[in-house]
């Protein structure tokens, strides 16, 4: 299919705040600017990898695609699980779009969790954490998933599928362990930085319409507020989910900027005067209170009714608990025990922590570059900018 069309690659690096570009020099980045274009667009909140990668894919904001976290709540079973099923999304991947054209699409990516998302519909995927033995042959063993080196492996491996197979369309994702780890200008986020450039580098002296955006920025974070010892501090229980937490624990420890709150999971609500709950179980007069207490919170920015974060974050009602709680840039959720605080007395319901992490508003700004004049307002429109460039 491909014959003299180039290829589109879109390739998504994994926590790259804007700041790690701007500590430190970026020559293939800016050569590739310079042919096309290069800025800053927004990326969706909660501001976590899953979610923004499958919005990349999808082309679509959460409240259309449906994964709205690593970890969500079922409210049937009681409990906390892990959004990792293909069957939560909600909408086609754009490679199920352009096979139905009869276009051949590949993937690479770091983590296998992802690599079940993205791999909807795509002719070939790998993933740096299981990779195909073909792919180990040809551009050697991966370094482990937490390694600093997991990421310079997937762009190797993108770089060989594009070599020696005819593709039409390429999705690359990497690995965020080294920006949850060391900060801007450090010299091992410099050597990570450089070791991305030079693979965009290669990517972009292929015959390739290329666009390359971050899924996240980063910050860090000092302060951790336990939420559900401060609903308990309140008389209130709830269910509180940290959206961050997944089985790779060594990147974050459980600790992101984003919660949903799932107020009276017990299945009866309360009701008011109105006497009326609200879709999602619990009454909204009850959610308004609760959101105001939090937002009384130091550490909390916003404390939103799922309506409301809905509208303002293109999110799905159903899928974000009663309330959706939004750390300030230095704070992150979560239980006081895993951030290992030292403040571990049970009143209390904040702690300092010294980490670097993601998932609030704001690590959703990320800086993006094409070897086209394309301008993106979001990550969510890298496919469709390359499509228009046809
Ligand atoms: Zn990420």
């Not at 976290?69 to 699980?81: L, M, P």
């Not at 179980?281 to 309506?307: C, F, H, I, Q, W």
Request: hydrophobic share 35%; aromatic share 6%; charged share 20%.
């Amino acid at each position: 299919m491909n014959g003299t069309v180039s290829t589109r690659v879109v390739c998504c690096l994994d926590g790259l705040d804007p700041a790690y570009l701007a500590a430190t020099e970026t020559l293939e980045w800016d050569r590739i600017a310079a042919a096309g274009a290069t800025g800053e667009c927004q990326g969706a909140v909660p501001s976590l990898t899953n979610v923004n990668n499958v919005g990349i894919v999808t082309g679509t904001h959460p409240e259309e695609h449906g994964i709205t976290g690593n970890t969500c709540f079922d409210r049937e079973a009681g409990e906390q699980v892990y959004m990792e099923d293909p069957s939560y999304l909600c909408r086609e991947t754009c490679f199920e779009r352009y096979a139905d054209r009869g276009e051949a699409s590949a993937a690479v990516v770091a983590k296998e969790k992802l690599e079940r998302f993205v791999g909807r519909g795509c002719g070939v995927t790998a993933s740096a954490e299981s990779p195909p033995a073909s792919l180990v042959e040809a551009v050697g063993e991966p370094p482990g998933i937490y390694s600093g080196q997991a990421s310079e492996w997937v762009l190797d491996a993108a770089v060989h599928l594009l070599d020696s197979r005819d593709l039409d369309v390429l999705y690359i994702s990497t690995t965020d362990v080294i920006p949850h780890k060391h900060e801007p200008g450090s010299s091992e986020a410099n050597a990570w930085v450089g070791a991305l450039d030079s693979a965009l580098g290669a990517l972009a002296a292929r015959d390739v319409r290329l666009c390359v955006a971050a899924d996240h920025g980063m910050n860090h974070k000092s302060r951790c507020v336990d939420l559900d010892r401060v609903l308990a501090s309140e008389g209130l229980s709830g269910e509180v989910i940290p959206l961050i937490r997944d089985q790779h624990t060594y990147h974050h420890q459980n600790l992101g900027g984003a919660a949903y709150v799932y107020l009276d999971t017990s299945g009866t609500p309360a009701t008011t005067s109105a006497g009326e709950a609200d879709a999602t179980g619990a009454n909204a007069d009850d959610a308004a209170a609760v959101a105001d207490r939090l937002e009384g919170t130091p550490g909390v920015d916003l404390a939103l009714s799922a309506a409301a974060a809905a509208e303002r974050f293109a999110l799905p009602s159903d899928r974000i608990g009663d309330l959706v709680v939004l750390g300030d840039r230095e704070t992150v959720f979560g239980s006081l025990e895993d951030a290992g605080s030292g403040n571990d007395g049970a009143a209390d319901t904040q702690g300092g922590v010294d980490l670097r992490s993601h998932g609030s508003h704001h690590e959703r700004t990320v800086p993006y570059v094409s070897n086209h004049e394309i301008d993106l307002a979001y990550n969510t429109g890298a496919f469709a900018a390359l499509d228009e460039e046809e």
